[in-house]
């Protein structure tokens, strides 16, 4: 499964650097998003979703609402199938938007969907 982390972290404190690596070893694709880093856990970064060049099935989104304006337009263009809202990033207007456009919504902890085998 390709999977975007939206809001990658190089520091490995970070939980979207946790998922990251978490999701290479379960066997998925993890594209770091990050508008200024060039690489997130020795992996190339990309500046939004859109510019990922493989079909994305799922997103999962490390950052807080205030940061998410932009984003609904670059998951809906890069024709994202799923979207996993983490612990603090709920965002009910954006989450509904993505729902009208067709996208899976779902608010939940990557790792600890991972870590139970529900992913």
Known sequence: MNVAVIG????????????????????HIAY???????????????ASVTR????IDTAT???APRNQEK?????????VTRVIFNPGTENPELEARLREAG???????????????QF
């Open 8 to 27: 990658a972290s190089d520091n490995p404190e970070r939980y979207s650097h946790q998922a990251m690596l978490l999701l290479r070893q379960t066997g």
């Open 71 to 79: 984003l609904g337009d670059d998951l809906i263009n890069g024709k």
């Open 61 to 63: 989104i490390y950052l």
């Open 32 to 46: 770091p998003v990050h508008p200024a880093a060039a690489t997130v856990a020795g992996v190339p970064a990309y």
């Open 103 to 117: 996208i899976e919504v779902r608010e939940a902890c990557t790792l600890v969907l991972l870590k139970t085998g």
């Open 52 to 55: 990922i060049p493989e079909r």
